[in-house]
């Protein structure tokens, strides 16, 4: 007798950890059960995806969907929505929302808010702070619970450790890998006055390349007092790139695809729809990221999807908040970056699926293998799609990409077994489920 499955992908090209190939995938109660020849299996469903690539669930570990506080910008449903809708499988909230995630309960309340509304599986990050230290051992256990999220310069939102004993203490009092906006304070406050009225270009001159390898290396310096492992999000400048791949002992990093897409040079045409904190900067920048990136200096891939509303953006800089969506553009901007010849399809892969699971110990998520939850980013390499503000499904519906033809296209999200989109449309309601984690 055939072997039975609730759903069979057939005909698929599927991208996992042993190479690239033409496969079935058999998926019973929402696990993988079966990689191989099934064409021949019973199934519930069963899925032509014929010239389509399958790839492992795509994991954004950096997103801000500002709910509780902000939910005018967006909220946890819009932000997995557009997340589902741009291939994307599991997100990785932060913790600067208002209340801030800084306590079991703030936790509990998150993932309370996410429970029959969130699209995609989710994590949330909680904040360390300096009068939650001595909880942040238990906290970033806690079900849930992405690790500790510390903003090192500030940022949107009241969370910051700007000091190095307070940083110090965070990393003393934790086992798991934190997260650090990595940006100096003191230089930052120290500068100011260089911000020009109106002119979002004197944004990363403001906030320049040594505010951020100041504090990058002064967390290098803390991270190896404490013995303890660091990541640093969303590199910005040549400068860190540089020193990161020195310091691989205790510290994994973050690329955003606005850093490898964007630079200075855009600044005329976008101005604050492209301010963002650490900045946007000049293409040297950028060129040195996609080095650090095709040398493996840079370990995963994340949005820093942060919505804010145009309205907001349109004020005169620097009264304009530092954001933008990304959740949902993720997939397809850096796609067109795997058919530039930038990155190949694999290292794609790794950064968006094995790179997650292996820096957070995420549970039975980030490859294609039995055992697995069946969750899978599906693919179109050679469709050609022009993003418009009017296909973004953040409440905040804008991005900075509006009018960018691509190659490469998310055609179907499936988590757990569950399509949860295909072909641009819901297919399913709002069954997302907490990400499980090793420690």
Known sequence: ?????????????????????????????????????????AAGERLDCRGLHILPGVIDSQVHFRE?????????????????LGGVTAVFEMP???????????????????????????????????????????????????GIKVFMGSSTGRLLVADDEGVLAILKHIRRRAAFHSEDEARLNERKALRVESEPSSH????????ALRSTERLIRLARLARAQVHVLHISTREEMEFLASAKDVASCEATPHH???????????????????PVRGPEHRDAIWRGLQAGVVDVLGSDHAPHTLEEKARPYPAS??????????????????????LTLERFVDLTSAGPQRLFGVVGKGRIAAGYDADFTIVDLKRSETIRDSWIASRSRWTPYDGRTVTGWPVGTIIRGRRVMWEGELMAPSTGEAVRFWN
């Open 321 to 342: 908040p530092s954001g933008m969506t990304g959740v949902q553009t993720l997939v397809p901007i850096m796609l067109d970056h795997v058919n530039a010849g930038r």
């Open 204 to 211: 990363p001159v403001w906030r320049d390349e040594i505010a």
């Open 68 to 84: 509780p506080g902000l939910v005018h910008k967006e909220d946890l449903e819009t932000g997995s929505r557009a997340a589902v």
């Open 260 to 278: 490898l897409t964007l630079s200075a040079e855009d600044y005329p045409r976008l101005g604050t729809k492209m301010q963002m904190n650490p």
């Open 1 to 41: 007798m055939p072997p039975s499955f609730d759903c069979v992908l057939i005909n698929g090209i599927v991208v996992n950890h042993d190479g690239i190939g033409v496969r079935d995938i058999g998926v019973r109660d929402g696990r993988i059960a079966a990689i191989g020849a099934l064409g021949r299996a």
């Open 96 to 146: 600067n929302t208002d209340p801030t995630t800084t306590s079991a309960e703030a936790l509990a309340d998150k993932l309370a808010l996410a429970k029959g509304r969130m699209h995609c599986d989710f994590a949330f990050w909680v904040g360390g702070a300096h009068d939650n230290v001595a909880d942040l051992g238990e906290l970033e256990r806690l079900p849930g619970a992405a």
